[in-house]
């Protein structure tokens, strides 16, 4: 588990890091990773609503 992990933040910075924390949250289903992809994902929302008014 440790293994994969460490391969999968290598990715780029950005995006790639968003999507390894959807896949930590899934993968692991622990309460923690869901709590912090919402509110990664409303912070997001957020940010892309303010932009747009």
Do not use: E, Y
């Not at 995006?15 to 997001?44: H, P, V, W, Y």
């Amino acid at each position: 588990m440790l293994q994969r992990k460490g391969a999968l933040s290598r990715k780029p910075s950005g995006k790639g890091l968003i999507f390894n924390g959807k896949l930590f949250g899934s993968r692991l289903g622990s309460a923690d990773g869901r709590k912090a992809n919402i509110q990664l994902l409303t912070s997001l929302f957020v940010k892309k609503r303010k932009a747009n008014t």
